[in-house]
């Protein structure tokens, strides 16, 4: 046996080795895409879930889920099963996801659609988006990221703080709708979710005053009143516009005239200096 026999017989025998490993691969990540089987069980259904983490705005497949069984009485209402898929073929392929779905995680029905996860869709019944500018100080320094809340600061025209809007959502910092941002990112405008009577007030507040931003805490529970339910409500430390404007002024009072002889009768003034 030659030395050049044994090198190709070494040769042919990594590669046929190699083959090996890449066919079994293969077959491998082919059974993981099979439909999981469920024998005639009345308590089992199927489910999809899935394989690996989708992240939203992604364009479904079949290499991103598959079927699993589960109890029944453990199965989401609006979890997408076997039987919506025999209803309705296309009931996931071709969708759109509309949030972050992480590998495992059983698809619900809200979480894909048939078209890009746009913002309209974001926005509650009864409510609407409207943006304003921000800098790098009244945005917070870039922390303020798409689904935090936030009270609204503005200034009175006569120098005066009062609370415009309390617990305001944020649903996109310049074009990005999704708070997967890991660091700070400063932008330039804010997209908020309002009733249309707030945004009226904030368009109306944005023309005459800077407005600040102040960057709530998640599991803040204060319930204090909207400003569109009550004018009057309790904004200290600041001062709401009403409180502002309600402040006494000094009303000047000619010596010896009625007026002055009524106040000082009543005890409600004295002569300066006294």
Avoid at 26 to 42: C, G, H, M, R, T
Avoid at 44 to 67: G, M, P, Q, R
Avoid at 172 to 191: E, F, N, W
Wanted: net charge negative.
């Amino acid at each position: 046996m030659t030395p050049r026999f044994l090198i190709m017989l070494i040769i042919a025998t990594l590669l046929a080795g190699g083959a090996a490993l890449i066919a079994n691969h293969w077959i491998l990540s082919q059974s993981d895409n099979k439909p999981a089987v469920v024998e005639n069980n009345p308590e089992k259904a199927l489910a999809y879930v899935a394989i690996a983490d989708i992240h939203s705005d992604t364009h479904l497949d079949n290499n991103l889920f598959k079927l699993q069984s589960f109890d029944k009485n453990t199965i989401p209402p609006q979890a997408v099963t076997e039987e919506d898929t025999q209803k309705v073929p296309n009931t996931i392929t071709g969708k759109i996801a509309q949030t972050n779905i992480y590998a495992g995680a059983i698809l619900l029905k809200p979480q894909i659609n048939e078209r890009t996860s746009d913002l309209s869709t974001r926005i509650m019944p009864g409510m609407t988006a409207i943006s304003v500018r921000v800098d790098d100080v009244t945005g917070v320094a870039g922390f303020i990221q798409p689904k935090d809340e936030t009270d609204i600061i503005a200034t009175h025209k006569n120098g005066g703080l009062y609370v415009l809007l309390r617990k305001v959502k944020v649903v996109a910092i310049d074009q990005i709708s999704s708070g997967d941002q890991a660091k700070p990112v400063v932008v330039r405008a804010l997209t908020l979710e309002v009733s249309p009577e707030d945004a009226v007030k904030l368009v109306e507040a944005a023309r005459i005053t800077p407005l600040q931003f102040a960057l709530r805490n998640p599991m803040d529970m204060d319930t204090t009143i909207s400003s569109t339910e009550n004018n009057e409500i309790d904004t200290m430390p600041y001062q709401t516009e009403k409180q502002f404007q309600s402040q006494p002024s000094i009303k000047i009072l000619h010596w010896g005239s009625h007026a002055f002889e009524q106040c000082h009768l009543n005890g409600l003034c004295e002569p300066a200096g006294s």
